[in-house]
Protein backbone atom coordinates (compact mmCIF):
# COMPACT_ATOMS: atom_id res chain seq x y z
CA UNK A 1 0.00 0.00 0.00
CA UNK A 2 0.99 3.52 -0.75
CA UNK A 3 1.49 5.29 2.26
CA UNK A 4 3.14 8.91 3.28
CA UNK A 5 4.30 9.54 7.13
CA UNK A 6 5.61 12.79 8.15
CA UNK A 7 6.27 12.64 11.93
CA UNK A 8 6.90 16.30 13.24
CA UNK A 9 3.10 18.34 13.21
CA UNK A 10 5.24 21.62 13.91
CA UNK A 11 8.68 21.86 13.44
CA UNK A 12 9.78 25.41 14.75
CA UNK A 13 13.33 27.23 14.34
CA UNK A 14 14.92 30.66 14.18
CA UNK A 15 16.04 32.48 11.50
CA UNK A 16 19.18 31.72 9.68
CA UNK A 17 19.22 27.70 11.29
CA UNK A 18 19.11 24.86 9.39
CA UNK A 19 15.87 22.89 8.42
CA UNK A 20 14.88 19.28 8.01
CA UNK A 21 11.43 18.30 7.28
CA UNK A 22 11.79 14.49 7.62
CA UNK A 23 9.11 12.32 5.01
CA UNK A 24 9.11 8.67 4.62
CA UNK A 25 7.35 6.57 2.42
CA UNK A 26 6.40 2.90 2.18
CA UNK A 27 5.55 2.00 -1.99
CA UNK A 28 6.46 -1.26 -3.51
CA UNK A 29 7.48 0.53 -7.16
CA UNK A 30 9.00 2.99 -8.41
CA UNK A 31 8.42 6.05 -6.49
CA UNK A 32 7.68 9.67 -7.28
CA UNK A 33 8.22 11.92 -4.58
CA UNK A 34 7.32 15.55 -4.68
CA UNK A 35 7.32 18.65 -1.78
CA UNK A 36 4.59 20.27 -2.15
CA UNK A 37 4.37 23.74 -0.15
CA UNK A 38 1.21 26.01 1.12
CA UNK A 39 2.24 29.59 2.33
CA UNK A 40 -1.20 31.71 4.37
CA UNK A 41 -3.71 32.28 2.71
CA UNK A 42 -2.00 30.58 -1.04
CA UNK A 43 -3.01 27.95 -3.13
CA UNK A 44 -0.98 24.29 -2.54
CA UNK A 45 2.14 24.30 -4.83
CA UNK A 46 4.68 22.26 -5.75
CA UNK A 47 8.00 22.91 -4.23
CA UNK A 48 10.19 20.39 -6.24
CA UNK A 49 10.30 16.83 -7.30
CA UNK A 50 12.74 14.12 -6.86
CA UNK A 51 12.95 13.37 -10.33
CA UNK A 52 14.14 17.12 -11.14
CA UNK A 53 17.01 17.00 -8.89
CA UNK A 54 17.21 20.95 -8.45
CA UNK A 55 17.26 23.07 -5.53
CA UNK A 56 14.23 25.23 -5.37
CA UNK A 57 14.43 28.22 -2.86
CA UNK A 58 17.35 26.79 -1.11
CA UNK A 59 15.64 23.75 -0.11
CA UNK A 60 16.56 19.90 -1.62
CA UNK A 61 15.75 16.69 -1.21
CA UNK A 62 16.87 13.27 -1.87
CA UNK A 63 15.86 9.99 -2.39
CA UNK A 64 17.34 7.33 -0.70
CA UNK A 65 15.47 4.20 -1.18
CA UNK A 66 17.30 2.54 1.19
CA UNK A 67 15.91 4.30 4.17
CA UNK A 68 12.58 4.77 1.80
CA UNK A 69 13.05 8.83 2.78
CA UNK A 70 12.60 12.16 0.93
CA UNK A 71 13.14 14.15 3.94
CA UNK A 72 13.73 18.27 2.65
CA UNK A 73 16.67 20.26 4.08
CA UNK A 74 18.05 23.89 3.77
CA UNK A 75 21.04 25.06 5.25
CA UNK A 76 19.89 28.77 6.35
CA UNK A 77 16.20 28.90 7.16
CA UNK A 78 14.17 32.66 6.24
CA UNK A 79 10.75 34.30 7.94
CA UNK A 80 9.07 33.47 4.45
CA UNK A 81 9.62 29.66 4.55
CA UNK A 82 6.99 29.59 7.36
CA UNK A 83 4.26 27.73 5.48
CA UNK A 84 2.74 24.10 5.58
CA UNK A 85 4.92 21.15 3.58
CA UNK A 86 3.46 18.48 2.31
CA UNK A 87 5.38 15.46 1.13
CA UNK A 88 3.25 13.25 -1.69
CA UNK A 89 4.13 10.22 -3.65
CA UNK A 90 2.93 8.89 -7.06
CA UNK A 91 3.90 5.62 -8.88
CA UNK A 92 5.52 5.60 -11.65
CA UNK A 93 3.39 2.57 -13.35
CA UNK A 94 0.21 4.89 -12.40
CA UNK A 95 0.53 6.86 -15.37
CA UNK A 96 -0.99 9.57 -13.28
CA UNK A 97 -2.84 7.98 -10.90
CA UNK A 98 -2.98 8.13 -6.77
CA UNK A 99 -0.86 11.12 -5.59
CA UNK A 100 -0.96 10.20 -1.91
CA UNK A 101 0.34 13.01 0.71
CA UNK A 102 1.56 12.70 4.27
CA UNK A 103 0.06 14.38 7.14
CA UNK A 104 2.22 17.77 6.34
CA UNK A 105 4.61 19.81 8.92
CA UNK A 106 4.21 22.93 9.67
CA UNK A 107 7.33 25.06 9.38
CA UNK A 108 7.38 28.37 11.62
CA UNK A 109 10.69 30.25 11.62
CA UNK A 110 11.20 32.53 13.78
CA UNK A 111 13.18 35.72 13.38
CA UNK B 1 -6.41 32.97 -17.55
CA UNK B 2 -5.79 29.23 -16.81
CA UNK B 3 -6.04 27.04 -13.93
CA UNK B 4 -8.28 25.46 -12.22
CA UNK B 5 -11.24 26.85 -10.42
CA UNK B 6 -13.60 25.22 -7.16
CA UNK B 7 -16.94 26.71 -6.29
CA UNK B 8 -18.20 28.25 -4.19
CA UNK B 9 -15.55 29.59 -1.75
CA UNK B 10 -17.87 28.77 1.40
CA UNK B 11 -20.57 26.20 1.74
CA UNK B 12 -23.34 25.38 4.18
CA UNK B 13 -25.64 22.54 4.55
CA UNK B 14 -27.79 21.54 6.89
CA UNK B 15 -27.68 17.50 7.99
CA UNK B 16 -29.31 15.23 5.76
CA UNK B 17 -28.61 16.90 2.50
CA UNK B 18 -26.59 16.36 -0.31
CA UNK B 19 -24.37 19.34 -1.97
CA UNK B 20 -21.96 18.89 -5.00
CA UNK B 21 -18.98 21.01 -5.02
CA UNK B 22 -17.66 22.09 -8.52
CA UNK B 23 -13.95 21.73 -9.92
CA UNK B 24 -13.20 22.75 -13.39
CA UNK B 25 -9.78 23.16 -15.27
CA UNK B 26 -8.93 24.65 -18.61
CA UNK B 27 -5.47 23.57 -18.32
CA UNK B 28 -6.66 20.02 -20.51
CA UNK B 29 -5.02 18.18 -17.72
CA UNK B 30 -6.56 14.67 -18.09
CA UNK B 31 -6.15 13.64 -13.95
CA UNK B 32 -7.95 15.22 -11.10
CA UNK B 33 -8.50 14.81 -7.78
CA UNK B 34 -9.98 15.74 -4.80
CA UNK B 35 -8.53 15.80 -1.47
CA UNK B 36 -10.09 16.57 2.29
CA UNK B 37 -8.06 18.85 4.32
CA UNK B 38 -8.54 17.97 8.16
CA UNK B 39 -5.81 20.11 10.60
CA UNK B 40 -3.28 17.30 11.40
CA UNK B 41 -4.17 14.69 8.78
CA UNK B 42 -2.98 16.23 5.75
CA UNK B 43 -4.42 15.60 2.60
CA UNK B 44 -6.40 12.60 1.97
CA UNK B 45 -7.69 11.52 -1.24
CA UNK B 46 -11.22 11.03 -1.90
CA UNK B 47 -11.57 10.02 -5.79
CA UNK B 48 -9.56 10.64 -8.30
CA UNK B 49 -9.93 10.14 -12.19
CA UNK B 50 -7.59 9.81 -15.15
CA UNK B 51 -9.73 9.84 -17.67
CA UNK B 52 -13.21 11.06 -18.75
CA UNK B 53 -15.86 8.58 -17.45
CA UNK B 54 -13.47 6.71 -15.55
CA UNK B 55 -12.54 7.15 -11.96
CA UNK B 56 -11.83 5.27 -9.10
CA UNK B 57 -12.18 5.75 -5.06
CA UNK B 58 -9.07 6.95 -3.09
CA UNK B 59 -9.07 6.20 0.57
CA UNK B 60 -11.87 8.03 2.00
CA UNK B 61 -14.50 7.71 -0.86
CA UNK B 62 -17.43 6.69 1.53
CA UNK B 63 -20.27 9.23 1.70
CA UNK B 64 -18.86 10.48 -1.35
CA UNK B 65 -19.87 10.46 -5.18
CA UNK B 66 -18.00 11.72 -8.40
CA UNK B 67 -18.99 12.55 -11.75
CA UNK B 68 -16.25 12.59 -15.05
CA UNK B 69 -18.60 13.15 -18.06
CA UNK B 70 -15.87 15.71 -18.91
CA UNK B 71 -12.03 16.43 -19.23
CA UNK B 72 -12.52 19.61 -17.66
CA UNK B 73 -15.16 18.99 -14.80
CA UNK B 74 -15.11 17.01 -11.82
CA UNK B 75 -18.14 17.39 -9.45
CA UNK B 76 -17.65 16.08 -6.22
CA UNK B 77 -20.93 15.27 -4.19
CA UNK B 78 -20.77 15.20 -0.54
CA UNK B 79 -24.22 12.85 0.69
CA UNK B 80 -25.89 12.18 3.49
CA UNK B 81 -24.35 9.25 4.28
CA UNK B 82 -20.90 11.32 5.41
CA UNK B 83 -20.83 11.10 9.01
CA UNK B 84 -18.72 13.87 8.86
CA UNK B 85 -18.61 16.04 6.35
CA UNK B 86 -17.08 19.79 7.70
CA UNK B 87 -14.08 20.31 6.52
CA UNK B 88 -11.82 21.86 3.71
CA UNK B 89 -12.17 20.34 0.07
CA UNK B 90 -9.49 20.74 -2.51
CA UNK B 91 -9.60 19.68 -5.81
CA UNK B 92 -6.56 18.90 -8.33
CA UNK B 93 -5.56 18.27 -12.10
CA UNK B 94 -2.62 17.21 -13.89
CA UNK B 95 -1.32 15.46 -17.21
CA UNK B 96 -1.37 11.62 -16.65
CA UNK B 97 2.50 9.77 -16.34
CA UNK B 98 3.97 9.89 -13.28
CA UNK B 99 5.99 12.60 -12.03
CA UNK B 100 4.00 15.30 -13.17
CA UNK B 101 2.96 17.95 -11.30
CA UNK B 102 -0.35 18.37 -9.49
CA UNK B 103 -2.36 22.17 -9.55
CA UNK B 104 -4.72 22.70 -7.11
CA UNK B 105 -7.84 25.08 -6.57
CA UNK B 106 -8.37 27.38 -3.62
CA UNK B 107 -10.54 25.35 -2.37
CA UNK B 108 -14.39 24.97 -0.94
CA UNK B 109 -14.76 25.06 2.91
CA UNK B 110 -18.00 22.76 3.64
CA UNK B 111 -19.86 23.76 6.91
CA UNK B 112 -22.78 21.54 8.27
CA UNK B 113 -25.31 22.94 9.96
Known amino acids: AQRVTQPEKLLSVFKGAPVELKCNYS??????LFWYVQYSRQRLQLLLR??SRESIKGFTADLNKGETSFHLKKPFAQEEDSAMYYCALSGLEDQGGKLIFGQGTELSVKP | DGGITQSPKYLFRKEGQNVTLSCEQN?????MYWYRQDPGQGLRLIYYSQIVNDFQKGDIAEGYSVSREKKESFPLTVTSAQKNPTAFYLC????????????FGQGTRLTVV
Open chain 1, 50 to 51: HI
Open chain 2, 27 to 31: LNHDA
Open chain 2, 92 to 103: ASSWRGGGTEAF
Open chain 1, 27 to 32: YSGSPE
